[in-house]
């Protein structure tokens, strides 16, 4: 992907990163609705995400698809990215994930995992979460935390991302810190763009209110 701002300079050596965006659910608890095509101010979520990461400096995407795929596809078909279809994506996020990683091509010091529904996240946060990579003492997973709150997303080092690929290995589980703690640098912030996400039709109405922005969904107006 062809990156609008190149991260480098000052203490720490630039890295090279990629990540996976995944798009493939079913939103389930909305219906059915592709969350990933969910319009904020006229703009769908996946292009937000696919912006944010062009300006923090990524390498290379690549957008898992699966439910919606024609459309999914559609919306990002300007996108200099790599396209990978899923087509086990009812079995659950870890397939998906597995399948965008299998995708990238080469290797990369660090590799985000990026959510669809997450409408606030800009590149100045996936910068610093990079940040927060390259000064970690210790940990092949970075995972933000808010107020005590896991959050999204997250960072896979080299040795994660081969394990995945290599295992059954589910690292970017919920209840990765708790149960393996000596994987995960657990990066404490106050920033709650990290666990604002969109699960349910409710969290889209709050965000509207909370913010005055209009949100729609793929079809309809919703607030």
Known sequence: MGCLLKQGGGLYPRLRIGAVLLAAGEGTR???????????????LINRQLVALSGAGVDEVVVVTGHARDAVEAAVQSFPVTLAYNPAYQEGQQSSVRTGLAALNGNFDA????????????????TELIAAFKKRPLGNVLVPVVNGQRGNPILLDGTARSDILASAANLGCRHLIERQPELVHAYETVNTR???????LDDIRQLAQRTGWTLQLPDELTA
């Open 30 to 44: 909305m219906g059915g609705v592709a969350k990933s095509l969910i319009r904020l101010q006229g703009v769908p």
């Open 194 to 200: 990290f666990v604002t996400d969109l699960d349910t």
């Open 111 to 126: 590799v985000f995992i990026v959510l669809a529904d997450q409408p606030l996240i800009g590149a100045g946060d996936l």
